[in-house]
Structures are given as C-alpha cells and as structure tokens.
C-alpha cells in the first residue's frame, strides 16, 4: 500500500513525464526538514541561500511538501543517499533554521527574473535550473518542458 502511494506521488510530481528513476521508489525523510547539496554550504552559512526549486507540487499536504509560514532544518548532505537502493544520505552535523517566507509551484515557462533573486549563483535562469533539477533528480534536459511544474520556496533564517 505504501509503496503504491510513493508511485501515485512520484506520478503526480512528473505529471506529463515519466518519473525519475529516483522517484520511482522514495526514501521517508522528516517533513520538517529540507536537504541542500554540500557544494551549497557556504551559502547556507552565510545565510545569502534564500531560494530553492524542488520539482513538482512541493506545497503540503503533498509529501514531500511545505507551506507558508513553516519552521524547517535545513541539513547539508554530506554523502548523498539513493531512493533506488534505501540508503539515506549522510549529513553534516550543523543544523540552520528558517521559516518559510513564500512558496508557490507553478510550470517552469512561467518563472520571471525575481524567482531567482536569492537563488544559489549557478540556478539564475530557466535553462540553469533545468539543468540543476536534472543533475539531482537523475532526469534529461529536455524532460523538462515550459509546463513542468517547480515548486519555488523563499525562506528566511532564523
């Protein structure tokens, strides 16, 4: 039942696309917190990260999801795990706090300049972002279309 549901969300956050071969099956990581890759950690510390993209509908009640207002630990990966295999990553021992300050999901075609604003240096156009998503979640460039949805969250460190 369980791993059904897992199939059913991953489907819903490709809509339109085959999923990930990394979504296929999906590890259960704790709602309240978001994982940033290691090569993003000084911008973490030094708190200038204040965007991220997830791809799909990230807003809660979908899993994984988040909403306004909602206090998360960010945890930088220190050996990144794999859905495929059941093996959870590996993080750092520090722990930052932030709130989420604005979130939405809309199609990629539709984000402007000030998406980014805050966005790490390498994620600063739709081709860019394209391509991050892509390196992380294991799809091809052009797996995305102007009408996959992203979901953009803004926070603020506490």
Not at 28 to 44: F, G, Q, S, V, W
Not at 81 to 93: A, E, Q, W
Not at 102 to 121: A, M, Q, R, V
């Given at each position: 039942m369980a791993q059904r549901l897992l199939?059913?969300?991953a489907d819903h956050i490709f809509a339109g696309s085959s999923p990930a071969p990394c979504l296929k099956k999906m590890i259960n990581a704790p709602r309240d917190e978001m994982a940033i890759r290691k090569i993003y950690e000084h911008l973490i510390k030094n708190k200038s990260l204040t965007t991220v993209f997830r791809p799909g509908d990230r807003l809660f009640p979908?899993?994984?999801g988040w909403k306004l207002g909602e206090k998360i630990k960010i945890r930088i990966i220190d050996i990144?795990?794999?859905?495929?295999?059941?093996?959870l990553p590996k993080f750092l021992s520090e722990i930052y706090l932030i709130k989420i300050k604005n979130i939405c999901c809309k199609p990629l075609g539709e984000l402007t300049k000030k998406d980014f604003e805050g966005s790490s240096p390498d994620v600063q156009k739709?081709?860019?972002l394209k391509w991050h998503l892509g390196l992380i979640y294991n799809k091809k460039?052009?797996?995305?279309s102007p009408k996959t949805l992203v979901t953009r969250i803004h926070f603020n460190y506490l």
């Amino acid at each position: 039942m369980a791993q059904r549901l897992l199939r059913v969300v991953a489907d819903h956050i490709f809509a339109g696309s085959s999923p990930a071969p990394c979504l296929k099956k999906m590890i259960n990581a704790p709602r309240d917190e978001m994982a940033i890759r290691k090569i993003y950690e000084h911008l973490i510390k030094n708190k200038s990260l204040t965007t991220v993209f997830r791809p799909g509908d990230r807003l809660f009640p979908n899993n994984p999801g988040w909403k306004l207002g909602e206090k998360i630990k960010i945890r930088i990966i220190d050996i990144p795990g794999s859905n495929k295999h059941d093996i959870l990553p590996k993080f750092l021992s520090e722990i930052y706090l932030i709130k989420i300050k604005n979130i939405c999901c809309k199609p990629l075609g539709e984000l402007t300049k000030k998406d980014f604003e805050g966005s790490s240096p390498d994620v600063q156009k739709i081709e860019q972002l394209k391509w991050h998503l892509g390196l992380i979640y294991n799809k091809k460039y052009n797996d995305f279309s102007p009408k996959t949805l992203v979901t953009r969250i803004h926070f603020n460190y506490l």
